[in-house]
C-alpha cells in the first residue's frame, strides 16, 4: 500500500511539471471574412483590397549596352488571405519606344499599414523583343523567365500613396535588373464611419 502511495505521489508531481512546462496555447486565428474592414481617420476602408501600381524608371539588360528607359504597370488582388500580381511592362532607349515587352503573373506576401504598403512578388515572365540597330538586321526573340519584385510604398491617405519597386528577371536569352517609382491606388475606399459597421471586428458582436 505504502509502496502504491508512493507511487501515485511521485505520478502526480510528474504531472504537475509537465503541465508547468507545457507550452502556450496558440490563440486561434480569426475567421476570415472578405468584406472585413477597419476605421480610420473617420473612414472605412477594406482590409483584403485590390491595388493598381504604374510607374516608369530604368533597367539594365545583358543584352543592350546602354541603360534602358521603362514603363509598367501591375494589378495587385488577393484570394482570401493569398496575393497575387498581373502585370505588363516595355522598355527601350526612350520611354516612348520598345524593343522589350515582358507580362508576368507572380504569387506574393504583402503588408500593409495605415501608412505603407509592402510586398513582394515572384513568378514566371514572358518576353518578347528584337535586337539590333538602324545599322544592322533585326534578330527577334521570345521566351520565358523568372520574375521576382519588391515594392515599398509611403502612403498620403490610406488609399493612395507614392513608392519605389525593384525588379529583376532572368531568362535563357537576357538578364533584367531595374527600379521604377510607382504610384499606388487602392480599391479599399468604402464610405464615412456609420453608427455601426458590420465588418469592422472591433464592432462585431462576440
Not at 474592414?37 to 483590397?49: M, S, T
Not at 506574393?108 to 515572365?125: T, W, Y
Not at 528584337?130 to 519584385?149: I, K, L, N, W
Amino acid at each position: 500500500m505504502n509502496t502504491l502511495k508512493l507511487f501515485l505521489l511521485m505520478f502526480i508531481s510528474v504531472l504537475g511539471t509537465v503541465a508547468q512546462n507545457a507550452p502556450p496555447v496558440k490563440k486561434e486565428r480569426p475567421g476570415y471574412d472578405r468584406k472585413e474592414e477597419i476605421i480610420y481617420d473617420g473612414k472605412r476602408y477594406r482590409i483584403h483590397n485590390s491595388y493598381l501600381s504604374i510607374g516608369g524608371g530604368f533597367l539594365q539588360s545583358s543584352i543592350r549596352a546602354s541603360l534602358q528607359k521603362t514603363l509598367g504597370m501591375d494589378f495587385q488582388f488577393p484570394i482570401r488571405r493569398m496575393h497575387y500580381q498581373v502585370g505588363l511592362m516595355m522598355s527601350g532607349e526612350e520611354f516612348a519606344s520598345n524593343n522589350n515587352i515582358q507580362g508576368h503573373v507572380c504569387y506574393g506576401l504583402r503588408k500593409e499599414r495605415n501608412r505603407s504598403n509592402l510586398a513582394v512578388f515572384f513568378g514566371p515572365s514572358y518576353s518578347t523583343g528584337v535586337e539590333g540597330d538602324a545599322t544592322s538586321s533585326p534578330r527577334f526573340y521570345q521566351g520565358f523567365g523568372g520574375y521576382v519584385s519588391i515594392q515599398a510604398v509611403t502612403k498620403f491617405t490610406y488609399d493612395i500613396g507614392f513608392g519605389a519597386e525593384l525588379f529583376g528577371e532572368i531568362s535563357a536569352k537576357q538578364n533584367i535588373l531595374g527600379l521604377k517609382f510607382i504610384a499606388f491606388f487602392s480599391g479599399a475606399y468604402r464610405g464615412g464611419k456609420r453608427n455601426f459597421n458590420p465588418h469592422v471586428r472591433s464592432e462585431n458582436s462576440k
